[in-house]
C-alpha cells in the first residue's frame, strides 16, 4: 500500500500543473519581459537588409548608331549568322549579353564598393585575401534576375541602406557601360586587323602563283629559244634567209591516199606539216623572234598566261577591298555614342525589409514562456519530492 502511495505521491496531476503554472505567472511574466527584451535587443542590433528590386529594359531605338556598322559587317560577310557563327554583330541581345557578362565578373561592383563608407570600415584590419573575398561575397548581393519566361529582366540587391545600395549599382553600371563601349571599339579594331592579315595572306599566295606562271612561262620560253634556234641554224646551212614557204601551206594537212582496186579499198595517211618545216621561214625571221622572246619584260611574259588575267583582277579585288578601313572609321561611332540604351529607375524601384523583427520577439517570448514553465516545474518536483523524504 505504501508503494502506492509512493507511486502516487510521485506523479503530477493536471491541478497540480495548473496551480503550479498560475502560483508561479509573476516569473513567467518577468522572463518573458526579459525575452521579448533581449529579442528587441538582437533584432536591433543586428544588420538590416533591404531588397530592392527594379525593372531593366532595352531602348532599341538606341541602337539604331550601330546599324552602319553592322552594315559594313554584313557586306564583307563579317556579321554573325547561322552560317558564320564567328562573325560579330551589334543589337539588342549581342549588347545586353555583353552587359550581363561584365555585370557577373564582379570587377565593376567590386571598384564601386570600395568607395562606400560602410564596405571600407567593413575591410579594415583585414589582409588582401579576406578582402578580395569579402568584396566578391558583397558583390553577390546585386544580381541581374530574368522572369520565368526570360521576357523580363530586373536588377535585384539586398543592403543595409537603400540609397547606399543603390549609389554603389549606379557607379557600376556607368562603369560597366562605359567598358562595354570599350568591348566594342577593340572589337572592331581586331576585326580590321584580322582582315588586313587575311588579305595579306591571299595576296602572299596570289604573288606565289604570280611568281610560279612566270617560272613556267620562263621554261616555256626555254624551250622556244632551243627550238628556233635549231631552226635557225638549219635556215643558215640551207641558205635560207627569208620565207620560201607559202604561209598557208604550214596549216594545212597533205593527204596521201593508196587505192586496192581488188579490195576496193583505201588507206588515207594525214601528215601535217606543223613545225617540222619551221626553218623554211628563213633565218632572219626566225633570228628576230628569238630576239623578241629574250627582250620579253616580266608582265609581257605573264601575258602570254591563261591565268594571268583571273589571277591579276584578284590581286585588284584584294588591294581595293575597304573593309578594314570602314571598321576603322566606324570606331567614331563608338567614341561619340551616349551609352542610352539601358533603360531603368532606381527610384522607382521595390523595396522590402528583410530585418523582421516581428519575428526575433515572437521566438524570444516563446522560448521565455517555456523557459520559465520548464523551471517551475521542476522547482514543483523538487520541492515535493523534498517535503516526502521529510515525511517519511
Known sequence: ???????????????????????????????????????????????????????????????????????????????????????YVIDANSIFNLFENEFNDYEELGEALLDDLFVIELLKGLNEIEKKNELIKLSKRFQIIHSEDGENKFFLFKWHDVLEGSLILE??????????????????????????????????????????????QAEISKKRIHFLTEQSEIARELGIDSNILDINALSQTTVFTESDMDNDSSLQLNINTGDSQFYLRGYQAIEKEISLIKNRSEEEQLLSSQDYIKITNEILQIENDLSASQLRDSLEIIENYDNSWLLYDLTLADSKSLSNTIVYILVSLSLGVIFAMVYLLVSATIFKQKKLKGNN
Not at 530592392?52 to 552602319?68: G, V
Not at 581586331?190 to 587575311?198: C, D, F, P, Q
Open 1 to 87: 500500500m505504501s508503494d502506492q502511495n509512493i507511486k502516487y505521491n510521485n506523479e503530477i496531476d493536471l491541478v497540480d500543473l495548473l496551480e503550479t503554472i498560475y502560483n508561479g505567472r509573476i516569473k513567467i511574466i518577468i522572463t518573458s519581459i526579459i525575452a521579448v527584451l533581449f529579442g528587441f535587443s538582437i533584432s536591433f542590433f543586428s544588420e538590416k537588409l533591404f531588397e530592392i528590386r527594379t525593372p531593366l529594359n532595352i531602348k532599341s531605338s538606341a541602337l539604331i548608331d550601330f546599324m552602319p556598322i553592322n552594315d559594313i559587317l554584313k557586306e564583307n560577310n563579317l556579321d554573325f549568322t547561322d552560317e558564320n557563327l564567328d562573325g
Open 171 to 216: 557607379k557600376a553600371i556607368d562603369s560597366i557601360l562605359i567598358n562595354i563601349l570599350e568591348t566594342i571599339r577593340n572589337d572592331l579594331n581586331k576585326l580590321a586587323i584580322s582582315v588586313e592579315l587575311r588579305n595579306n595572306r591571299n595576296l602572299a599566295s596570289l604573288q606565289n602563283k604570280m611568281n610560279m606562271i612566270l617560272l613556267q
